[in-house]
């Protein structure tokens, strides 16, 4: 059973980083994996994502030049190194994988971590 566990959301100011953690488990030879966000009152967001074996990466426009996704094969961890952040970065960030390509439907969910920046 594939269980992902995300950490390190926290209260940050404008201009601040903080660097998001997915700890998964279970069968992990993913097609893709991915962070979505979701704000109060927005519709869900993927916010990047990664191919699994080729390293190959895709941003919404919204962060590129902000947000690198990356992963630890050693470690079963992906990874949003988030820089330069902004107040409409507030949101609730989710960590997403699928076993099926394309990777336009993501099947395994963690439970959220929430980002705040203050202006």
């Known amino acids: 059973q594939v269980q992902l566990v995300e950490s390190g959301g926290g209260s940050m100011q404008a201009g601040g980083s903080l660097r998001l953690s997915c700890a998964a488990s279970?069968?992990?030879?993913?097609?893709?994996m991915a962070w979505f966000r979701q704000a109060p009152g927005k519709e869900r967001e993927e916010v990047a994502s990664i191919q699994w074996r080729t390293t190959s990466t895709n941003y919404a426009n919204s962060v590129k030049g902000r947000f690198t996704i990356s992963k630890d094969n050693t470690k079963n961890t992906l990874y949003l190194q988030m820089n330069s952040l902004k107040p409409e970065d507030t949101a609730m960030y989710y960590c997403?994988?699928?076993?099926?390509?394309?990777?336009?439907?993501?099947?395994?969910w963690g439970q959220g971590t929430q980002v705040t920046v203050s202006s």
């Open positions: 997403a994988a699928t076993h099926m390509w394309p990777c336009n439907r993501y099947d395994y």
């Open positions: 279970g069968p992990t030879l993913y097609a893709c």
